[in-house]
């Protein structure tokens, strides 16, 4: 079992950065890749960014790309979305999620995939 814990949401301005933060504990955490997901009021979940259980494999979002940077420390158990040039349309809660790490060559992106998730984090951006 793998427990994650978000935090680092908030209020924040277009144009600005956030930092969000997944602590996980319960299992070895370089054996999961990770993922941030995020839904929206009245909208559907949705993949950000994910990352494989070692760091080499990155994928993003089109929405986020250039914008957002997933990244991990797998001594502290911890992965992080940094957020910067914040919009309106990123105003959503943040879940992280967890799944074993088979060692392909992609990042998956499907809610299915994921076996374990975080609470979620509110995340406001005002324009």
């Known amino acids: 079992q793998v427990r994650l814990v978000e935090s680092g949401g908030g209020l924040g301005q277009a144009g600005g950065s956030l930092r969000l933060s997944c602590a996980a504990s319960g299992r070895t955490f370089s054996n999961y890749a990770m993922a941030w997901f995020r839904q929206a009021p009245g909208k559907e979940r949705e993949f950000v960014a994910g990352i494989s259980g070692i760091g080499g494999i990155i994928r993003y979002s089109d929405s986020v790309k250039g914008r957002f940077t997933i990244s991990r420390d797998n001594a502290k158990n911890t992965v992080f979305l940094q957020m910067n040039t914040l919009k309106p349309e990123d105003t959503a809660v943040y879940y992280c999620?967890?799944?074993?790490?088979?060692?392909?060559?992609?990042?998956?992106?499907?809610?299915?995939?994921?076996?374990?998730w975080g609470q979620g984090t509110q995340v406001t951006v005002s324009s």
């Open positions: 999620a967890a799944k074993i790490d088979k060692r392909t060559l992609a990042v998956a992106t499907t809610q299915r995939s994921y076996d374990y």
